[in-house]
């Protein structure tokens, strides 16, 4: 009796994991993509380093519809780059502050982290490729419980079509892998 139940449950686990990954090959988007729509005001708005230089434009297009007063570009190597698009876009550079040592999502919410609670700051919009939205907005979440993050992604290369043409379907399959590593080794759950 008990070897069926968990031949059962064994079955149905495997089930489940196989829907997921027909689910992911399928739309990708609908699980990788977290979007939070039109937000009333955030106190700054944070652009993740990486992507094709494109979140810089998203977060000139939020900042000129008055969602924050301020951009905090984080990531090192693309923080120059990053800031030199937000100037061309029209961002004063008294509005822009940058934290230029993280090389990881993680390490984008610790060391961004330090200056939100230094300055106060609770509510914030992150600005990162779509494929990347999810991790990012939970690993922000899990490191400060204690402010509110929104999702506002570029959604540069959204379109299937242009997945292979423009390398994202790499990306997306390196997210995948992601997820579930930053939810074994940071605790970061991704639900």
Request: proline content about 5%; charged content about 20%.
């Amino acid at each position: 009796m008990i070897r069926k139940l968990i031949f059962r449950a064994v079955i149905i686990v495997l089930l489940l994991l196989a829907l997921v990954a027909v689910m992911a090959f399928f739309y990708p988007e609908k699980i990788l993509c977290v979007d939070s729509g039109p937000v009333a005001a955030a106190d700054v708005i944070i652009v993740l380093g990486g992507g094709n230089h494109e979140r810089p434009g998203r977060a000139a297009e939020l900042f000129r519809q008055h969602a924050a007063p301020r951009i905090l570009l984080t990531g090192a190597g693309d923080d120059e780059i990053n800031r030199q698009l937000l100037l061309a876009a029209g961002v004063p550079a008294s509005a822009i502050e940058v934290e230029a040592k993280s090389k990881t999502t993680r390490e984008n919410a610790e060391f961004s982290l330090k200056l939100l609670r230094a300055e106060q700051v609770h509510r914030v919009i992150l600005v990162t490729s779509w494929y990347h939205s999810r991790r990012a907005v939970m690993t922000f979440a899990h490191f400060a419980p204690e402010l509110k993050f929104y999702s506002r992604p570029s959604y540069y290369a959204f379109a299937r079509a242009d997945w292979q043409r423009l390398k994202v379907a790499h990306k997306l399959e390196l997210e995948f892998l992601k997820l579930p590593g930053y939810w074994l080794r940071y605790g970061v759950n991704p639900f």
